[in-house]
């Protein structure tokens, strides 16, 4: 397995502009999450996915953060309006199981909002 | 939340040299991870380590879940071991806390030849 998949690796857009982040988690994985690094917090999640269904939203920053999971292979996340402060790498990972399992991140989009 | 505390923050080893990184949790896991993420910003699994002791090459980690710490060891460091060591947890006891990993600060590691 080519492992998980993130476009675009790196993403620059002026402010106002709508960015969306691409993610293809490991085949058979059913837990699917999106993580944001930053100097100053570290790394957060921001949501998760079980099956495709939104499990846990309580990290996403604001309402103009929204994602979605149509298919087992395939996920987004959209900033709408982006904001310079959401500036970060963003990290998509995923696993089999929530529990006693380990997560397998892809190698992260690095957005800067301008 | 449950609180992840790395230790060391910083550390610069001469190519050759060993060390010792530890975690800290507050509260029982259901699973530990290391993490380490190269100058390339690319996160890579080191270790699925909940509890016992484990070896890959040059690194080991052993974690003592009933102590709540784990450690990972660097043996005869590389200048290609320089990175960020992030420790992540998953809390045991919480269910709105399954599958939520809650990263350390980390522990910037430069190896200099």
């Known amino acids: 397995d080519a492992g998980v998949i993130q476009s675009p690796r790196h993403e620059v857009t002026e402010m106002g502009q709508e960015v969306t982040l691409r993610c293809k988690p490991i085949s058979g994985h059913d837990y699917l999450f999106w993580y944001r690094q930053t100097m100053m917090r570290g790394l957060e999640l921001l949501i998760y996915?079980?099956?495709?269904?939104?499990?846990?939203d309580s990290g996403m920053p604001e309402d103009r953060f929204s994602a979605k999971m149509p298919n087992a292979s395939f996920s987004t996340l959209k900033i709408q309006p982006s904001e310079p402060r959401d500036s970060a790498v963003y990290f998509c990972?995923?696993?089999?199981?929530?529990?006693?399992?380990?997560?397998?991140f892809g190698q992260g989009t690095r957005l800067t909002v301008v | 939340g449950i609180q992840v505390e790395q230790s060391p923050p910083d550390l610069i080893l001469q190519e050759g040299a060993n060390s010792t990184l530890r975690c800290n949790f507050s509260?029982?896991?259901?699973?530990l991870q290391w993490f380490h993420q190269n100058p390339w910003g690319q996160l890579i699994n080191l270790f699925y380590?909940?509890?016992g002791t484990k070896q890959n090459g040059r690194l080991s980690a052993t974690t003592v879940a009933t102590e709540r710490y784990s450690l990972l060891y660097i043996s005869s460091s590389q200048t290609t071991d320089s990175g960020v060591y992030f420790c992540?947890?998953?809390?045991?006891?919480?269910?709105?806390?399954?599958?939520?990993?809650?990263f350390g600060a980390g522990t910037q590691v430069v190896v200099t030849p």
């Open positions: 380590i909940p509890s």
């Open positions: 992540a947890v998953e809390p045991l006891y919480f269910s709105d806390s399954w599958g939520k990993f809650q």
């Open positions: 990972a995923s696993s089999w199981g929530h529990q006693n399992t380990e997560a397998f």
């Open positions: 509260d029982s896991v259901n699973n």
């Open positions: 996915f079980n099956n495709n269904v939104p499990i846990d």
